[in-house]
């Protein structure tokens, strides 16, 4: 059945953790991808990471979703796996540019550090617009490979090659846009100071307050934006939805756009 939910004036986005992305390798009924596509209708536009490069499970989110929704999606690379974005065009609609975050060969070592060799999967990039605001959102879903160090080092390469190059581009007065968003699964140790990962993500200005799940600490965003021009909160239950019985264990982290 569905809901009638209260719906702020401005625009949300959150991006979707792994483990729980409704076309992982996991295996869905209708029932979850019912309950997933009423989440997603929750927010204007949400980052999927884990897309199988076989599209039918996104396709089947989309036909629960609205009249109006969209997708965009990515080639697919490390694990045969994609990223996308869907989106509700009425509310939000697709900048000029669409591409991949690519950092050339010759500055690789300035990017990542001298073990950096590229990312596993290239972060998916996508501008959007809400009201006056233009925002370039990075889609990222990090190379994981274990605990060891070798795998955390390669890691924390990959993450503090995009942070340098939301750094960079935010900075570069030739940008298409020069409000930055990079936000996914960064594959996040621990969320606090000492972690490899965090202090990558920290080293060049802000990153989000997680909410907690148990002991995961998976989802991170790194913003670059000019002041004033985002609102970034965590997502709380009953921050915009009526209250329930049923208790979801959500890793999202919404902004809210515009």
Known sequence: MKREISRPRRRTA?????????????????????????????????????????????RALRARLPRGWALLFSEASGNDERQAFAFDSAKTRVGEKVGKLTIPPSRLADAGGEA??????????????????????????????????????RRAGETRAIAWWCDKRSDDPHAYTRDILALGDFNLPRAEAGDPIYDELTRRGPASARVPDEDRHHDRRRQRLRPGRLRARPYRSGSHRPRRRIRLRCRDLPTTLG
């Open 14 to 58: 959150c991006s979707w953790p792994p483990g729980t992305s409704p076309t992982s390798r996991q295996d869905r009924e209708a029932v979850h991808l019912d309950l997933i596509g009423e989440i997603v209708g929750w927010f204007d536009l949400i980052a999927l990471q884990e897309i199988r490069d076989d599209l039918s499970g996104l």
């Open 116 to 153: 950096f060799r590229g990312f596993d999967r290239t972060p998916y990039l996508a501008a959007f617009e809400a009201g006056r605001l233009t925002l370039l959102l990075a889609n990222v879903h990090s190379f994981y490979g274990g605990s060891d160090n070798k795998n955390i080092e």
